[in-house]
């Protein structure tokens, strides 16, 4: 539990220099006490500031009262989880929006991740037809407390509209503010709902499911924003995290259609669209998927958005061209190229954007070296042999084969880091050498090819390859023993 609050408060909740001027001392003493190991000590001081947050009406720092009693009073009394769920409780039924919202996602958020560090005891246990200790959560079987978390994450998102009028930097104090962060969630809603979208997107699938329980397996899950807003989501199996998901995503995407700049809108849709996919149940999803991505690409086409959807497509270019095989499967080679260019031209139109970043990425992704060697361990006496090699995005090797005694032969062979096989290699005495050109049809895939090794005399050897242009920080070898 004590993990459960340290995961809260690292995402939605700010460092000690993010309090309100007036109350900087006081959480600097708590940071002192902690520091020191007094955690009596700073649950004394946590009590003076919820004494004058109350004088002062503050909720903000209500809220942070309330988180950082639940940490120490972990460490300092017996049941505490039971303590610290009933205080957000109590609090609850004191409180009024938004505050209330607020402390319902957090409430759910603490029954969450109390599941997921103790999993293992809801599966094994029997599910009953009403809760053996209404008030013990800990004694729940796993339906009963992921339907009490989804009631918690449905209670934080009450008054929606009120929601999506609360600016975010009215909690500046609390959250811990990043780079374009309020530009994807610029309200209170927004915040509510990704923490709430956590849970509903979660895999956790074993819990029982009746016969008509709830399926993606329709294609218009997958169309555009505009009418995947218009879409009526329905399902007997009203409880199904799947279901709650899509509502929801729903939701956002209907608030956010509204906006002038389409920067939160994107950042959702996407989200929604990888999902559905990730579990629809129809055919020729990915198809569908590709199509709506270029589609709203298209629609946003000036505006740089527009690089996040292409960014999606460069990757479902990357994911199709990784299934090529010369042998079974030639329907993709060039889908890696198709990627290449696309994240250029998105590089090029919008170099600062956050899709221009991803595009970067996965650019250097496709295009990294990559060498194998493979060989047969025993050679015979003065007698050309062959080399496989596999290779991606080289055109040009130069060959090394090193002499090295027994010893050396088997201290390489328990050598795992790369920079200390090439500083151990290099130390050998070269053989022979020798270049090897390759065909490069720029199609980014990875080749296989043959080369001769030259006859090489009695003993143990080390083939060695890397590209000219690569200064050895890609290579590849093979050890092998010449014998008759």
Known sequence: ????????????????????????ELWKSIEKFEIEGLPKSALEVVEAISEKAEVDNNNAQRIKVLLFKSKFTLILEEDAQLNII?????????SEFPTKNILENLLANLYWQYFQQNRWQFYNRTKTSEKVDSKDFR??????????????????????????????????ELLILQSDSKT???????????????????????????????????EQFLSDAKNFSRLDITSKDSTALQLQTLKLYQELIKFHLKDELPYALADVDIKRLLYIKQHATFNYKDTK????????????????????????????????????????????????????????????????????????ILKQQILQETLQITAESHLPINTNSRLLIRYKNIEK??????????????????????????????????EKQWQSNFLNENDYQTHATEVVLPALN?????????????????????????TN
């Open 1 to 24: 539990m004590n993990k459960t609050l340290t995961i809260i408060m690292i995402l939605l909740f700010a460092n000690f220099a993010q309090s309100q001027n007036k109350y900087n």
């Open 86 to 94: 009933n205080d957000f409780k109590t609090q609850i039924s004191q």
């Open 139 to 172: 004694t729940w079987d796993l339906q009963t407390l992921f339907d009490e978390i989804s009631l918690r994450y449905q209670n934080s998102l009450e008054n929606q509209l009120l929601l999506q009028l609360e600016d975010l930097k009215t909690f500046d």
């Open 184 to 218: 994807f969630r610029p309200t209170l809603f927004d915040l509510l709902a990704h923490n709430a979208l956590e849970f509903y997107t979660t895999d956790e699938n074993s819990i029982t499911k009746p016969a008509y329980k709830f399926e993606i397996d329709s």
């Open 289 to 360: 998927l590709l199509e709506t991505l270029k589609a709203e690409s298209e629609h946003l086409k000036s505006n740089e958005v527009s690089a996040l959807y292409d960014f999606e497509i460069a990757n479902i270019y990357l994911q199709q061209g990784n299934t090529y095989n010369p042998s079974t499967n030639e329907t993709h080679r060039w889908k890696l190229k198709e990627a290449i260019e696309l994240c250029n031209t998105v590089i090029n139109k919008f170099p600062e954007s956050k899709g221009a970043e991803n595009c970067s």
């Open 397 to 430: 090797l130069a060959f090394k084969v090193f002499q090295l005694s027994r010893s050396q032969y088997e201290k390489l062979n328990i050598i795992y880091r790369k920079e200390e096989q090439l500083a151990f290699i290099k130390n050998l005495k070269i």
């Open 458 to 482: 009695n003993g143990y050897f080390v083939v060695f390859a890397s590209p000219e242009t690569s200064n050895e920080q890609t290579f590849a070898y093979a050890t092998v023993q010449v």
